[in-house]
T-cell receptor, first 115, second 117 residues
Framework: AQKITQTQPGMFVQEKEAVTLDCTYD???????LFWYKQPSSGEMIFLIY??????QNATEGRYSLNFQKARKSANLVISASQLGDSAMYFC????????????FGSGTRLQVQP | DTAVSQTPKYLVTQMGNDKSIKCEQN?????MYWYKQDSKKFLKIMFS???????INETVPNRFSPKSPDKAHLNLHINSLELGDSAVYFC????????????????FGAGSRLTVL
């Protein structure tokens, strides 16, 4: 069963606007972590933001924030004030605290920021 | 100073050949990983080592053999290469993700693009 689902294969956003990239997950583990990575066209994987399942506050890192809705099992990434350099693939990932403890990735969303 | 370095960045080879990809990290992490990214950009864990001990071994053909001589190095050897092995292979490292919800963020190398002809 798919553990991480990203339903938006591609998204467009105008420069300077905010955009939300969706991520839902499935786990029965009460303790887990959620991650977002960015992969620009150059290919490297860049860590953006992390949310622990017990964290009370939504995580924020600069222009990135994570809209964590635990009951709905969603962990959407919000990018504020989009920039042209934000054009990239974005991956949501989860790590459970039991079992393999490796990151399981979603299929990714390709974001294109238009001038 | 590159945190996780992989070599080579590009590999083009014929079917049936054997090839290796090397990975080194200077972050002091104790856990290293190999991920495969296919042509549709899907990332899948292949192997993970913690302090030289294999802890994750996904359903990967036994033509793939990882080796970790020490906790800073993780190599991937592939025998009898097939067309379907063409992909980008990422090495990554982290502190061992224990039972808590600490981030223990994975730091990735730049990737090694393998093309099998």
């Amino acid at each position: 069963a798919q553990k991480i689902t990203q339903t938006q294969p591609g998204m467009f956003v105008q420069e300077k606007e905010a955009v939300t990239l969706d991520c839902t997950y499935d786990t029965s583990d009460p303790s887990y972590g959620l991650f977002w990575y960015k992969q620009p066209s150059s290919g490297e994987m860049i860590f953006l933001i992390y949310q622990g399942s017990y964290d009370q506050q939504n995580a924020t890192e600069g222009r990135y924030s994570l809209n964590f809705q635990k009951a709905r099992k969603s962990a959407n990434l919000v990018i504020s004030a989009s920039q042209l350099g934000d054009s990239a693939m974005y991956f949501c990932a989860m790590r459970e605290s039991t079992g393999r403890r490796a990151l399981t990735f979603g299929s990714g969303t390709r974001l294109q920021v238009q001038p | 100073d590159t945190a996780v370095s992989q070599t080579p960045k590009y590999l083009v080879t014929q079917m049936g050949n054997d090839k290796s990809i090397k990975c080194e990290q200077n972050l002091g992490h104790d856990t290293m990983y190999w991920y495969k990214q296919d042509s549709k950009k899907f990332l899948k864990i292949m192997f993970s080592y913690n302090n030289k001990e294999l802890i994750i071994n996904e359903t990967v053909p036994n033509r793939f053999s990882p080796k970790s001589p020490d906790k800073a190095h993780l190599n991937l050897h592939i025998n009898s290469l097939e067309l379907g092995d063409s992909a980008v292979y990422f090495c990554a490292s982290s502190q061992f993700p224990g039972q808590g919800t600490g981030a223990n963020v994975l730091t990735f190398g730049a990737g090694s693009r393998l093309t099998v002809l």
